[in-house]
Every structure is written in structure tokens, then in C-alpha cells.
């Protein structure tokens, strides 16, 4: 005995099927032939938008957005550009930088000493100018008084005082170095010209120097500046 089987399981290789189908749903065969079942289906009422489906050039369902911009769309890639500072103008007068403080040792003066009287020595500046450079030792002993006596405002007045006075420090020690050359070689030739040379010297510094002529000992320079910073006039 055969298992009973529903409606809906059926088999496509199986000959009764067809006519299973057709009893379910109704169907009346007249002369083998199949008859439409009315009702089965239906028409369903279309919509408005069922009606602009089937006209697709009655609405287009996207839109392009260049349309809608004004302007290009900026670009990422591209840096924005920002307002730039307004450049410096540089003022119109020229300020010069300052100019530190130099000791009055480093100007030497090219006009000649006047008649007056410095301050601190009751004495001419052309006097006071070229006695530090007088021979045997007499320039290096008014060189100091001059430093010690006159004030820092008398620049042309310390100016050659403090050079005389290293001028004069200069000769002693290399005097001192030649006396030491006779010594071991029983020659005093080298101390004699030294000595020649420079009383020669010292002679034409002050001549130099009564003329207002520029005279600057180059190699005398820092001691010269050392000696005018240290040895300070009496308040």
C-alpha cells in the first residue's frame, strides 16, 4: 500500500501531476484541452509612479550637480592662498649704531698744541705734549706726573704722556738686555748704538709732536693704553 501524499508535494516525473494541478485549482478540461481559469490573476491598478516608469523621459531620477554650483568646486590638491603681511619699510633716516667708549690713548691728534694751560699742571699744552719724550729719563718722570695730575677730559695732554712713559719703560728694558750682552761679551758696541738710536728717536718724537704731526707708536699702542687706564689723575 502506496504512502498518501499531499497536494504540494509533487513530483515533475510523475504523469499524474498535471492532472493534480488542475483539480486543485478547478480547472475543467473539455476534449483533453485546458481551459483559463478566470480570476486567477488580476489587473492591478498603476500607480503615478508606475506611470512615469513607463515614460522615462518624463523625469530624470538624478540630477547633475554642475548645474547647481555657481563656480568650479575647489580642488583639495590646491593650497589656499592667504593675505599676506605687508613688507617692512625701512625708515627713512639713518640712525648709526653707537659707538662704545675707547680711551683717549688710541686718538692721536694732528694739529699742533695750543698756548693754553692745562688743568691739574698750570702749564702749556705745547709744553705738557713734549716733555714726556725728552731724553735721560727726565720724559718718563714728567710722563707720570702728567698722568697722575691731569684729568681724563685732557686727551691730547695724556695721550703722549702715556706713550712717552711706555716709550721711556721700553729703552730701560731693552737698555737692560744690552747691558747684559757686554757683560758676557766684553763688547758694549750693541749698548752704545741702542743708546745712539734712541736719543736720536726721542728727538724726533718731539719735534713730531711740537709740529702737530700724527705720532703714534704702533707697537706701543696696548701699553700705552694699559698705562692711561690704570694710572688715574688726583680727584
Not at 752704545?192 to 706701543?220: C, Q, T
Amino acid at each position: 500500500m502506496k504512502p498518501k501524499k499531499s497536494k504540494y508535494e509533487t513530483n515533475p516525473l510523475d504523469e499524474d501531476v498535471a492532472q493534480r494541478a488542475d483539480d486543485d485549482w478547478g480547472a475543467v478540461r473539455l476534449g483533453g484541452e485546458t481551459e483559463e481559469v478566470k480570476g486567477a490573476t488580476r489587473d492591478v491598478g498603476r500607480t503615478a509612479n508606475e506611470a512615469a516608469r513607463q515614460n522615462a523621459a518624463s523625469e530624470v531620477p538624478t540630477q547633475k550637480l554642475q548645474d547647481q554650483l555657481d563656480g568650479s568646486y575647489p580642488s583639495v590638491f590646491i593650497p589656499p592662498t592667504y593675505e599676506t603681511p605687508p613688507k617692512y619699510s625701512a625708515p627713512q633716516t639713518y640712525q648709526p649704531p653707537p659707538v662704545p667708549y675707547q680711551p683717549l690713548v688710541h686718538a692721536p691728534f694732528a694739529q699742533p698744541p695750543g698756548s693754553r694751560h692745562v688743568p691739574g699742571l698750570n702749564l702749556p699744552e705745547k709744553w705738557t705734549t713734549i716733555l714726556p719724550y725728552f731724553p735721560f729719563y727726565i720724559g718718563a718722570v714728567a710722563a707720570a706726573i702728567e698722568l697722575f695730575l691731569t684729568p681724563r677730559n685732557e686727551g691730547r695732554t695724556r695721550f703722549h704722556a702715556a706713550q712717552g712713559l711706555a716709550l721711556h719703560l721700553a729703552i730701560m728694558v731693552i737698555g737692560v738686555l744690552f747691558s747684559l750682552v757686554t757683560l758676557v761679551t766684553n763688547s758694549s758696541a750693541g749698548s752704545k748704538f741702542f743708546g745712539v738710536a734712541a736719543f736720536v728717536f726721542l728727538i724726533i718724537s718731539i719735534i713730531r709732536v711740537w709740529k702737530g704731526e700724527v705720532h703714534n707708536i704702533a707697537p706701543l699702542t696696548e701699553p700705552a693704553k694699559w698705562l692711561e687706564e690704570h694710572i688715574k689723575p688726583r680727584k
